[in-house]
Nanobody, 116 residues
Framework: QVQLVESGGGLVQPGGSLRLSCAAS????????MRWYRQAPGKQRELVAA???????NYAGSVRGRFTISRDNAKNTVYLQMNSLKPEDTAVYFC??????????WGQGTQVAVSS
């Protein structure tokens, strides 16, 4: 059974930092592309960052330079380091795993709220 379990969300003041984690089980983690998405109230889910099995990264323009995605294949975990947080970063953040020919999987999400 595949599970993606996010953690690390919470309430932070503008300018603060959070690190999200997503622990995967039931998949050959190192072979999967891993992504972080977010969904704010009343908005569509959007891609925030992605990291390939080889470690190549991509970011949405709105977070580039502030967020960093990384992975630890030994721990089957992907991270999202979020710095200089803004109120517009408030959303539920979802972990996503995909591999060609193997399907895709979603985590349950973790809430991030940026407010003073």
């Amino acid at each position: 059974q595949v599970q993606l379990v996010e953690s690390g969300g919470g309430l932070v003041q503008p300018g603060g930092s959070l690190r999200l984690s997503c622990a995967a089980s039931g998949i050959i983690f190192s072979s999967y592309v891993m992504r972080w998405y977010r969904q704010a109230p009343g908005k569509q889910r959007e891609l925030v960052a992605a990291i390939s099995s080889g470690g190549n990264t991509n970011y949405a323009g709105s977070v580039r330079g502030r967020f960093t995605i990384s992975r630890d294949n030994a721990k089957n975990t992907v991270y999202l380091q979020m710095n200089s947080l803004k109120p517009e970063d408030t959303a539920v953040y979802f972990c996503y795993a995909w591999r060609l020919g193997a399907g895709d999987y979603w985590g349950q999400g973790t809430q991030v709220a940026v407010s003073s």
